[in-house]
């Protein structure tokens, strides 16, 4: 069995004139989003065995935050530049690339890529990953680069536990 956690960054601020999309930070209720899933799930799952971010902001700053709330290791955090992209295409190529000694990853990345995804590999129809949204999926499966159609495990959004 492999189990992938999906999250959507935060919410993020577009308050900064002339600052990157790439480089946009959290907002103060994205940072508190953050914290407010990354603990709830912290108790309702299993760590995940690897955590992967996009290597923009705001998907760094919410990875660093659940890494913080699973008491995972700030240096093993794996950031990956693909998955600064707004298709699935990077998030699929990622996910199937993943060492199989791992049984479970959960990744930080984007809207439009998330949504494609956990809408094709997934069970359940899911209209719109909001910020900090968390999807799981399990699939089963013995090797990463082996997965289709899984089944939605969890589908959790910061509203929800508010």
């Not at 600052?19 to 508190?32: A, F, Q, S, T």
């Not at 949504?115 to 590999?121: A, G, L, P, W, Y």
């Not at 949204?133 to 959004?157: A, M, P, Q």
Request: aromatic letters at 12%; glycine letters at 6%.
């Amino acid at each position: 069995m492999k189990t992938i956690y999906i999250v959507r960054h935060a919410k993020s601020s577009w308050k900064y004139e002339g600052v990157e999309d790439i480089d946009r930070p959290l907002k103060e209720r994205g940072i508190n989003d953050a914290h407010l899933m990354s603990k709830y799930l912290a108790q309702k799952i299993d760590r995940p065995d690897v955590f992967i971010s996009s290597v923009a902001n705001r998907a760094l700053h919410t990875g660093v935050i659940f890494c913080r709330n699973f008491n995972y290791p700030f240096s093993n955090l794996q950031i990956k530049k693909e998955l600064y992209s707004f298709s699935d295409g990077y998030l699929v190529k990622t996910v199937k690339a993943l060492d199989d000694s791992f049984s479970s990853a959960i990744i930080f990345s984007h809207d439009h890529g998330i949504n494609t995804f956990v809408n094709k590999f997934g069970s359940k129809p899911i209209a719109h990953v909001t910020t900090c949204g968390v999807i799981g999926i399990r699939f089963d499966e013995k090797h990463w680069k082996n997965i289709k159609k899984g089944s939605t495990i969890l589908v959790e959004f910061p509203k929800n536990l508010k």
